[in-house]
């Protein structure tokens, strides 16, 4: 939010929508400038691990850890800079943290110690030059998650760590499962013939198992395709592809019971679509209000469209009726802070 033309009068904000409620809350954690991007994870628990990318001066990302929907936050650091990507931490139940981090060859480094102290647990160079990924090609990790139980009653896999990235060569999507001191691929083939370059954008944990949003192709062939695993990432189901109108990808995220959003498009052609793990087609909403940033599933189905204009957020909910507004936010933005 803020004036986007400028990058130092940008502020990135987290927004909170509670269960039973229908206004969302300003939860932006205090005290760091959040001019280079936020990302955040929530954890079974329901506690919420958020952190800052750098930005100017700030070449670290601090972290910030609520347990009570963002209304106060323990603040925390990270060894280094965290990855651009929307699955950039991975926040667990039981006080395990992930974190991707950037760099000239990217990392994910590991904490159980209350994020006193961090390990390093995979790397871009090692996990490239093992030879289970050589079909992949990797150029870059893209994602991080936790695989979640097997629902089909077997083993599962919850807990261990998967990897996504971004493959120079493949038909399947750079999907990577750590199995002791080993990686193994678990990533399903594409549908049709995007051979080529893919790119995994999101590594989602739902009440269907585990979910992943992947690109193939880049440019104006750029499909996106969403795929479910219900039995620890031994078998998916995968949507069918969705066209991404200049590849572009504004917006992503699920509901809760596992299904896709997705808004694609330029603005003046934005629109937004659900695909579900049963009917694997994408079904296209109303095209959300111009200026829309998301389109996000709210816990009691409907879906509600985020417009930022400088230092106000309008909530638009779509009913019958198509679009309209239910709710305005002030949100108190310090111009000139980060000068």
Avoid at 41 to 68: C, K, N, W, Y
Avoid at 117 to 146: H, Y
Avoid at 301 to 313: E, N, R
Wanted: net charge negative; with cysteine.
């Amino acid at each position: 939010m803020g004036h986007l033309d400028d990058p130092l009068n940008t502020f990135w904000q987290l927004f909170h929508l509670s269960s039973g409620s229908n206004r969302w809350v300003l939860a932006t954690p205090p005290g760091v400038a959040s001019n280079g991007g936020l990302v955040a994870s929530i954890a079974p628990s329901g506690s919420v691990l958020a952190g800052f990318e750098p930005t100017q001066d700030l070449l670290f990302s601090p972290l910030a850890r609520s347990t009570d929907q963002g209304a106060t936050w323990a603040p925390s650091v990270l060894p280094g800079a965290l990855a651009p990507v929307p699955d950039s931490l991975v926040a667990s139940s039981d006080g395990q943290e992930l974190a991707l981090l950037r760099g000239g060859r990217g990392r994910v480094v590991d904490s159980d110690t209350g994020m006193l102290s961090w390990k390093t647990v995979a790397s871009e160079r090692t996990l490239a030059a093992d030879p289970s990924t050589s079909a992949c090609g990797i150029e870059q990790f893209t994602a991080i998650g936790l695989g979640a139980a097997d629902l089909a009653g077997g083993t599962g896999t919850a807990g261990t760590l998967i990897i996504g990235a971004a493959c120079a060569r493949a038909d399947h999507s750079g999907i990577f499962e750590q199995v002791g001191d080993d990686w193994v691929p678990v990533g399903p083939a594409l549908p049709g013939a995007h051979v080529g370059q893919t790119e995994v954008i999101r590594l989602l944990t739902t009440p269907n198992g585990t979910a992943a949003l992947v690109r193939a192709g880049t440019g104006s062939t750029a499909t996106l395709f969403a795929m479910w695993s219900t039995d620890g990432l031994k078998r998916w189901t995968i949507s069918a592809g969705l066209p991404l109108a200049g590849g572009i990808l504004t917006s992503t995220g699920t509901t809760t019971s596992g299904f896709v959003v997705a808004v694609t498009g330029a603005d003046a052609r934005r629109s937004a679509s659900v695909v579900s793990p049963v009917a694997t087609g994408w079904v296209h909403l109303v095209a959300p209000p111009a200026g829309t940033s998301a389109v996000v599933a709210t816990p009691e189905g409907f879906f509600d469209a985020l417009v930022a204009s400088q230092s106000t957020l309008d909530v638009y909910t779509l009913g019958r009726g198509g679009w309209s507004r239910t709710q305005m936010l002030s949100v108190p933005i310090q111009y000139g802070s980060s000068g």
